[in-house]
């Protein structure tokens, strides 16, 4: 793994260095060769799926959603700025389609099955963006030059999404192929096929509100795999997370380490999260955050509750900065910019799944326990920075802290508060990790209630409210109007940032 920047280097030498010049003489050319092996390929796709944001835009979600406060400028998803989003994405799907087509002529099959996964991966990312997006249609401008796609409705575009799993799933149990160029799992496909089926649960849970008035069955499906492990295997623990893990070496250290960066000094912890933490006594917060100047002038540990203090990231810039000048505010943990490998970035975790089963359970779909599964989401994120990170002298997550927390009062599961209990403990887990996944698990339920201040909120929307989805792209009223025209007058009263999308109505 740690050479992967090297193959993916060459990756780009081989499929893009043949761009220019005689097309001719490139076919004829060894060194410029028009057909690439798969396996290279599933490199750039792997690295791209699980890829985090880098450097300051690493925190662009974390400061949405309450995390963290910047403190270097007014930064618009810490005031709840959207405006619109672009389709990159499809850029990324290319790849993918790229991918298949080179698994197909070389016979590896299962370079297919992953590129299902990953067409699903970022369609899903796509939908929840906006809302109804080109499928069908989409990246057909290649094979038959069709520039201006139709929208499908999401769900649509959802029902697409599922059998594009259903594939991954069923080619991956089925091939007899070595895979080649693994940087996530290192060839092994069963895991590979728990991500698949993990990742379905995700997508099940997001149409949450759904259930009962879609053509798709969505409680029928979440309760089929996780009532079926022969034949849609799921994360069974860390072990199987979907993660990057990071070297020393240029371009493939923590996003936000020191060196590659100059913004160590601004991201500080917001009150949201650090109450939430306090209240519960949850040690986690020694490995999230550091103690303020002040606290430790004055003597106080740092696995002192007290040694910490966060900023309302909704309050009046300057009121934020003059805390800092008071050296009254927590800075994120130094390991974050100080460490190449601080820790793993997940982008779908074994915890994630045991909370989304839990939620599945607390809905009525399954009969599986809810607290079961809360209690084993909490323990896997613990178990996580124990084994993975650093935090202070005295701070350990040992088992019989972990126990006492799952037991204590604040935590110890309620079925008649199940919902809010498991979206908060989501809330905790998903600290610098999953890309904008909790954004969208907020926006669908609500939990927690995250703060809003009508006289520091930046929407361009209604000042009351977070906005709940990006505008659709420019580029795409300006080229593909008719289209996107109709996608908007079908879903909306106005391209808006308030406007709700079909699986939130």
């Not at 790229?98 to 899903?124: C, I, N, P, Q, S």
């Not at 099940?204 to 499906?221: C, Q, R």
């Not at 919902?419 to 907020?442: A, D, M, P, R, V």
């Amino acid at each position: 793994m740690k050479h992967y920047k090297f193959i993916y280097f060459s990756l780009l030498v081989l499929v893009f260095g043949a761009c220019t010049g005689n097309f001719d003489e490139i076919a004829k050319n060894p060194n410029n060769p028009e057909e690439v092996t798969p396996s290279l390929l599933l490199t750039t796709n792997a690295l791209a799926v699980t890829a985090p944001y880098y450097s300051k835009t690493f925190f662009n979600h974390p400061l949405l959603i309450r995390h963290n406060v910047w403190t270097s400028g007014i930064e618009n998803s810490q005031y709840y700025f959207f405006d619109r989003s672009g389709f990159g994405t499809y850029s990324s799907l290319r790849n993918v389609i790229k991918m298949e087509e080179e698994a197909r002529r070389t016979g590896d099959d299962v370079y297919v099955g992953l590129g299902h996964f990953f067409r699903a991966w970022y369609f899903h990312s796509l939908t929840l963006t906006f809302g109804d997006i080109p499928y069908q249609e989409a990246l057909e401008g290649e094979t038959d030059a069709l520039f201006t796609p139709k929208y499908d409705t999401q769900e649509d575009v959802f029902v697409g999404i599922l059998d594009q799993l259903e594939q991954a799933n069923t080619i991956l149990a089925n091939t007899d192929n070595v895979l080649g160029g693994d940087v996530i799992y290192d060839g092994d496909i069963s895991k590979w096929r728990k991500a698949v089926n993990s990742f379905t649960l995700r997508v099940l849970i997001s149409l949450s509100k759904k259930e009962g008035d879609s053509k798709i069955n969505i409680a029928e499906k979440f309760a089929q795999i996780v009532g079926d492990p022969s034949t849609y295997p799921i994360f069974t623990s860390n072990d199987d997370n979907m993660q990057r893990v990071f070297f020393d070496i240029e371009g493939e250290r923590y996003p936000f380490n020191g060196l590659t960066h100059n913004h160590s000094q601004y991201p500080h912890m917001d009150s949201f999260l650090m109450d939430i933490l306090k209240e519960r006594e949850d040690e986690r917060l020694f490995y999230f955050a550091e103690p303020t100047q002040n606290a430790v002038s004055s003597g106080l540990q740092p696995n002192d509750f007290d040694a910490y203090s966060g900023a309302d990231g909704t309050a009046d810039f300057n009121d934020i900065v003059q805390l800092e000048a008071d050296n009254e505010l927590s800075r994120i943990h130094s390991r974050y910019y100080e460490q190449f490998d601080a820790e793993p970035y997940v982008s779908l975790g074994y915890w994630e799944q045991e909370f989304n089963i839990a939620e599945a359970a607390q809905l009525g779909w399954i009969p599986n326990s809810a607290e079961e599964h809360y209690n084993e989401g909490i323990r896997a994120n613990m178990l996580f920075y124990r084994n993975n990170a650093v935090s202070y002298d005295g701070v350990t997550l040992d088992d019989t802290y972990i126990d006492d927390y799952i037991n204590g009062p604040e935590v110890a599961y309620d079925p008649s508060n199940g919902i809010e209990q498991i979206l908060t403990q989501k809330y905790i887990g998903s600290y610098l990790n999953t890309g904008f996944n909790f954004y969208y698990e907020q926006r669908r339920t609500g939990f927690p209630d995250l703060p809003v201040n009508p006289n520091t909120n930046l929407s361009t929307g209604d000042l009351n409210k977070i906005p709940v989805r990006w505008k659709y792209p420019q580029s795409e009223l300006n080229v593909n109007t008719e289209n996107v025209t109709e996608a908007i007058n079908r879903q909306y009263p106005v391209d808006d940032v308030d406007s709700l999308m079909w699986l939130l109505q």
